[in-house]
């Protein structure tokens, strides 16, 4: 790997640890101090956000493409046209879709979702908040895709790590002194409003003298960023909004509000896996992206290294959620959460275990071979299996059957889109990438699982104990992998990361300014 990928990728490692490091000290806190209630409703309002960021059309991630292309071909005369044009869509759409979505909230709250009639009136001027922040969060992905497409990926890492602290520690702050969940939401859209602002500065100050930032139009550029961008929106919008967030609404549908805030704690807490697979996914983005037009060959190994890495990263975080959930819940949160949550967390784990790793064949296939549509037909395929098998199951085993479906609609995807781009992409047979990428990992899991649950299980008895027995298992989990997975060389190369996760600090915001 170069030393550009090692920085960026252990400045996302970095940042995501972080990340979940303010996670494990929130939620404890919002889910005691807002109840099940209102922390569902919580939910309802970042799945409402996560809907409406549809209005992107796609164009932040398409103007990374290529932006990263020029960029590659040191060729950056089509930047500014980019620039400028994504900038006209977001901000238009974006203001579109907060009039939609504030026209919208009163019937959310009292038509769509089950919310009983004395917090209606709340939940209305929640989702109402939730529109106001449409645009900070378009204006984000826009300048994350600008930013990207230029691999400076370590500044974004560092920015969010900030933009995250303040969300967190301004939410606990609020609850510890008397707030509910409508001060969480104003805090939230406020943070969007900081973090839009300093990636807008930057991007300015980045592309000073070369480009100017603002608003224009060039309609082939906007063809050329729509064609991409509308496909790219409808895969994203199957994959990363209703597949994701069909879960919950069809739960606040039919089941009370509770039940969605113990779904959500359980989803919250497996969630945190994606933090490692978005680190590893937002480094090999432009990577994919130049390489496709540059170095077949190159792009290959790549894809090998980013499926090996994650592999690695994630199985054996799932394998500890599995083994412990119940321990973690209950001294943790509270034992009625481990009651309602135990089997769902092990579900949604292996789910979002296996979200993690489709997260590496998506990448390929939107940067590398521009063909969206396909990711879209596999989502597509899947969130019929998923609402389907959700609304059947829902009814038999409530939230765990709502959790079974979402992993059983995972699995079907990460065969069908690891099968597509070993045949199609990087011509490497399916069985030969499961050896060099997943085996390791999950026999390292499989011995390292079997050994805590019957072993270390039955010796834990309160919440360090979790915590001591994640550490140490999750160590020799690695020790093990290291062992299995990698020859002499690359173990080198995997030391070199490590050294460039510590060297990945907030000097890296210097080091980006010089390489401008």
């Not at 109402?128 to 230029?150: K, M, Q």
């Not at 974004?156 to 969480?184: C, E, F, H, P, Q």
């Not at 509270?334 to 590496?360: D, F, Q, R």
């Not at 020799?476 to 990698?486: E, F, N, S, T």
Request: charged share 10%.
């Amino acid at each position: 790997m170069s030393s550009r990928i090692i920085k960026n990728l252990g400045s996302g490692l970095l940042a995501q640890a972080w990340t979940v490091l303010l996670g494990l000290v929130a939620l404890p806190v919002l889910v005691r101090g807002l109840g099940a209630e209102h922390y569902g409703l919580l939910a309802l309002s970042l799945a409402l956000i996560g809907f409406a960021a549809v209005a992107d059309l796609g164009v932040g991630r398409a103007a990374s493409k290529f932006i990263a292309e020029d960029y590659e071909r040191n060729e950056t005369g089509r930047t500014e046209r980019f620039v400028r044009t994504s900038l006209t869509v977001s901000i238009v759409s974006g203001l579109i879709g907060t009039v939609v979505l504030l026209l919208l909230s009163p019937v959310l709250a009292r038509r769509v979702f089950s919310i009983r009639p004395a917090m209606q009136a709340e939940a209305q001027l929640v989702f109402a908040l939730t529109a106001i922040g449409l645009v900070p969060v378009l204006l984000r992905i826009l300048f994350d895709g600008v930013l990207a497409g230029h691999h400076r990926i370590a500044l974004l890492n560092m920015t969010n790590m900030i933009a995250n602290t303040l969300k967190v520690g301004l939410s606990i702050g609020a609850i510890l002194t008397g707030y509910s969940v409508l001060a969480i939401v104003v805090i939230n859209v406020a943070v969007c409003f900081l973090h839009a602002i300093g990636l807008g500065w930057y991007t300015y100050r980045f592309f000073s003298g070369r480009i100017r930032i603002a608003f224009g139009w060039d309609q082939r550029i906007a063809r050329q960023l729509l064609e991409l961008g509308l496909i790219s929106t409808l895969s994203w919008v199957l994959a990363n909004v209703i597949f994701l967030y069909a879960d919950r609404v069809i739960i606040g549908m039919f089941l009370p509000l509770a039940m969605v805030g113990y779904y959500t704690m359980a989803f919250d807490i497996a969630s945190k896996q994606w933090y490692i697979s978005s680190s590893v996914s937002q480094t090999f983005f432009p990577v994919f992206s130049g390489q496709s037009v540059t170095n077949q060959e190159a792009l290959g190994q790549s894809y090998i290294h980013a499926a090996k890495a994650l592999a690695i990263l994630v199985t054996g975080a799932t394998m500890l959620l599995v083994v412990f959930s119940r321990e973690l819940l209950t001294y943790w949160i509270s034992p009625e959460a481990a009651a309602h949550g135990t089997v769902p967390l092990m579900l949604l784990g292996m789910g979002i275990l296996l979200s993690c790793y489709v997260t590496i064949p998506y990448t390929a296939i939107i940067s590398a071979s521009t063909r969206p549509a396909v990711c879209a037909a596999i989502f597509g395929a899947a969130i019929v299996v998923h609402v389907g098998a959700s609304l059947w199951w829902l009814r038999l085993w409530d939230i765990v059957g709502v959790a079974l479906a979402f992993a059983v609609a995972y699995s079907c995807v990460f065969i069908a889109s690891t099968w597509w781009v070993s045949r199609n992409l990087i011509r490497i047979p399916v069985s030969l990438l499961l050896r060099r990428c997943f085996a390791a990992p999950w026999m390292a899991a499989g011995a390292c699982g079997a050994a805590c649950w019957f072993l270390v299980r039955p010796l834990i008895h309160n919440l360090a104990g979790v915590g001591l027995a994640f550490i140490l298992a999750y160590l020799i989990y690695l020790g093990l992998c290291v062992r299995a997975a990698y020859n002499e060389e690359e173990r080198r190369r995997g030391w070199e990361i490590g050294r460039g996760i510590f060297r990945a600090t907030p000097k890296s915001l210097v080091v980006a300014r010089q390489e401008r």
